[in-house]
């Protein structure tokens, strides 16, 4: 119980679990709801960008993992203010308020790559490092190393 609210165990850092499975199932649905739907309004679109710039565009978001460099807290800070919808919406609105073809299609490219990510289980980074996210943890278990040797 205690560890389901965020609480240390005896002797080790607590699995700040936020969503069960279910949910996390949930929230990767709608990230690829949200990727597959940016990708088909960008080519029905007017699509005012040439093809090759497709790709870095849309990986574009991924350059926020530099601020790691800085450390985890200005890291997960500068990943997040990238890695979510509202920064796409925002896009989203100023495309609409200034009626641009190129800021449709960045919005849409922005919007794909986050929802890329959520399919793929990249949440909102932790503060604690780059592999915690509200998804859970990003990559393999590591065991569990005994002290007892």
């Known amino acids: ?3 389901a609210r965020g609480e240390s165990g005896a002797g080790g850092v ?3 679990r936020i969503c069960d ?3 996390i199932l949930w929230q990767k649905a709608e990230g690829a709801g949200v990727f597959l739907c940016a990708l088909l309004l960008y080519f029905t679109g007017p699509q005012p960008l040439p093809m090759v710039t497709l790709l870095p565009l849309f990986l ?3 350059l926020s993992f530099f601020a790691y460099l800085a450390g985890p807290r200005i890291g997960a800070f500068g990943y997040n203010c990238v890695h979510n919808y509202g920064l796409g919406a925002l896009l989203l609105a100023l495309g609409n308020w200034f ?3 190129l800021m449709a299609s960045l919005r849409l490219l922005w919007l794909a790559h986050v929802g890329f990510d959520r399919m793929l289980g990249y949440g909102l980074k932790e503060t604690r490092g780059f ?3 509200h998804l859970g943890r990003i990559g393999k278990a590591r065991p569990v190393q005994n ?3």
């Open 99 to 101: 009626q641009t073809d």
């Open 21 to 23: 499975r279910g949910t």
């Open 60 to 62: 574009a978001p991924d």
């Open 131 to 133: 592999g915690f996210t």
């Open 147 to 149: 002290s007892d040797n």
């Open 14 to 16: 607590a699995d700040r």
């Open 1 to 3: 119980m205690r560890a």
